[in-house]
């Protein structure tokens, strides 16, 4: 055993086993955990990554594959096809139970996985604010089969409407409500606005679906509150431009199956979606440990835990707050900085350089798109809207996926959509 | 009311509605149908066509998603938006309970559809012949869900394998069997042979997917016993090199969880698809009229119905000898020939011309592809196998997917596949 590796035991109470290649066990496939498995590529351990979906997940696409615009398979590759030639590292397809601190074993029912090194990387999903009862109205979007779902609801209320006799229930079926205006709410709003405006609209012969009604309720003053408030208030013109309408500080008090009570009033709706609230993943509960309102696990400057210097937690399942004590943004860069810099101090720790820099978040920007022709851009020193930042959203995810997988596909796919108005993935599948 | 028509009324006792258009309903959107309402499309009338689906699917291609090739939406499309521009065109998204014959009506559930002229093109099903039980252990290829649900089977099989301490067990996993050696059945046991034996190859740490038994079992003496006996030879040489066993006058006596009896041997097998036999839909039963053994409702030489001349029954629903006396085979392009003659003998009787010369179908000959690198093709004058016919059939394809969507993706698809070995849609989907 290095030297290092005695320091740190007896430093930290950490037990490594002896005369063996230490063992990182990641949960999670996200950007967060991938990243982090990219990094440790050259480094001399076994490396097991463990997720519940046999994909990774280009999550910032997902509403085209829940507004029919790509298809699953456009934005989620094999994980084990990913990292093929990472000899050193081992895909498991299981559900994590909990986490074993005492004896270093991650649970997986009734198995077990030892680990020297703990990554946890299991984002976040919606939550409902305590109205669990709401999610069979208001469907969230976190999964390619939450997608699948939800694009058949959508097309579904189409065809029902174009099957209904009755003028009330077909107005139902045509009025589309969103609720949270962050940027997925803001993105499936101006997508189905579009897809009822455009694509669709040659398509029945009884009803008009350009008379559809797209609402985006928000509870805040302004939609996209993350980004500067120029850029909010001309996002809603943008949306109000697409035939969306927004309603800004009105919560939602309840779901059901005739549609949503927004400040006491009923508003018939046959396809909620729910983009409000973001909850994290069951970490904090597993590790037993300290975390916010959110759920989100508080980690050292290091990432690491207090309590257990070889159990980081990264992305949307960790409080992780920037130089200036303002927290990290729960977005893919963050989540892909984190995962390359825990590989980093892994690897460090493994050869035997103890000293850890703190994490430091570097921030690109931030981007949402309203519909096919306008964008938000809010980056360091370069504030855009409109055509041209549209552009560059399409590029910058273009680039990003090459970062996973051939684009050349999606790119095509884009293009001929952009001219044709046509959604290529319009099927309605599965079990309703 | 045109004298013709006055005569038709008179002479086969076909009530049509006084100075109205005619109505013309088309039950199932497949080749049949869907040619049929091509074909109507500048015909005086109004038609409907009814579909439980909202996609007309590219059935050839469809062992292509099962195997993870290609995505749902490469192969299926919206048959509103292939028609939008059928302005005397309606599409109905609903399933058909039964036919009254008597008021001339389609009903679906309690709703009913009136015609003047009815074409039934439902299509067929896999049959077990008696033993339905096994359906829930070998499953059929039919729709995009059956080929999504395949896909996830295929797939788990070899996670299951990956994770499994169980030797026999994991071999278990490891057996994949294909009942039924006709085109979709040799198609699909090539393509797991070479998913297993290059594809995945790579991905996994414990298991070598390359030791995967793929067994293709036949109750007759040779492969695709519509070809001539030299292809058949040959197929079977094929298969062989890509690592498929092929086992002739094999029958399945049972199929259950734990694999599939032939010839008094359990072969435990953890993924079991059924190619084997087809049935008719069920429209022989809705119509009460005459079917052969396999469900077909026996027509005309006009594909009428002897009791209903305005019901016309076409494709795999319909019994239709050439002028040999030999069944017409149930495939694409007869389904065509039959949607197209049919709207034509139908447009004819409308503008008063009742003379009908019968079907007569042109055989342009049967293709099917074993694995990337082979195919053999039986067309009247040319007999072909190897590369050569492989390539052939790939531009066949696409030659006819150009009548229903552009195939550049797909094309583009195909390249990158065959140029990487790669499966782009590999993804494990939906419930168990």
Chains 1, 2 share one sequence.
């Not at 409407?161 to 139902?172: F, G, L, P, V």
């Not at 997925?184 to 189905?192: D, F, S, Y």
């Amino acid at each position: 055993m290095p030297l290092t590796t005695q320091i740190l035991n007896r430093l930290f109470n950490v037990t490594l086993p002896k005369n063996s290649t230490p063992k990182i066990v990641i949960i999670g496939a996200g950007f967060g955990g991938l990243f982090a498995a990219k990094g440790l590529r050259r480094t001399d351990a076994e490396v097991t990554i463990i997720d519940q979906q046999n994909h990774h997940l280009f999550q910032p696409l997902l509403y085209q594959v829940a507004t029919a615009g790509l298809s699953p398979s456009d934005i989620a590759w094999p994980i084990r096809n990913i990292l093929k030639k990472h000899h050193n590292t081992k895909v498991l397809l299981d559900t994590v139970t909990g986490i074993n601190t005492q004896d270093s074993e991650v649970l997986l029912g009734d198995k077990t996985v030892p680990y020297d090194y703990l990554i946890i990387a299991t984002g976040a999903k919606h939550t409902y604010f305590g109205n669990n009862n709401w999610e069979k109205h208001a469907p969230g979007l976190k999964s390619i089969d939450d997608a699948t779902n939800i694009r058949r609801q959508i097309l579904m209320a189409f065809e029902q409407a174009e099957m209904c006799d009755d003028e009330n229930e077909r107005k139902r079926f045509l009025t589309f409500t969103v609720v949270g205006a962050g940027p997925t709410g803001v993105e499936l709003a101006g997508t189905i606005a579009e897809l009822a405006r455009r694509t669709v609209a040659e398509d029945f012969r009884h009803i008009d679906s350009r008379s559809a009604r797209v609402l985006l309720l928000e509870g805040g003053p302004r939609v996209l509150p993350s980004f500067p408030e120029k850029l909010s208030r001309y996002a809603k013109y943008a949306l109000n431009d697409l035939g969306v309408e927004v309603l800004l500080e009105h919560s939602v008090t309840d779901c059901n199956e005739r549609g949503v009570v927004v400040a006491g009033e009923e508003i018939p709706s046959a396809t909620i979606l729910w983009a409000a609230g973001v909850q994290a993943s069951a970490a904090g509960r597993w590790l037993d440990c300290k975390t916010d309102k959110a759920g989100r696990v508080i980690v050292s400057p290091d990432l690491s835990l207090k309590e257990h210097m070889n159990i980081f937690v990264i992305g949307d399942t960790a409080l992780v707050t920037d130089s200036a004590g303002v927290p990290v943004p729960g977005i893919a860069p963050a989540a892909k900085q984190q995962g390359r810099y825990v590989a980093k101090l892994i690897s460090n720790r493994i050869t035997g350089d103890v000293d850890s820099k703190a994490f430091r978040y570097k921030d690109y920007g931030n981007l949402a798109t309203i519909g096919r022709k306008s964008a938000v851009i809010d980056m360091p020193g370069l504030r855009m809207k409109g055509f041209l930042a549209w552009i560059i959203w399409v590029l910058v995810h273009i680039y990003f996926l090459i970062g996973v997988r051939a684009p050349l596909a999606v790119a095509t796919k884009w293009a001929w959509q952009y001219l044709t108005f046509g959604r290529g993935a319009r099927l309605i599948t599965g079990k309703k």
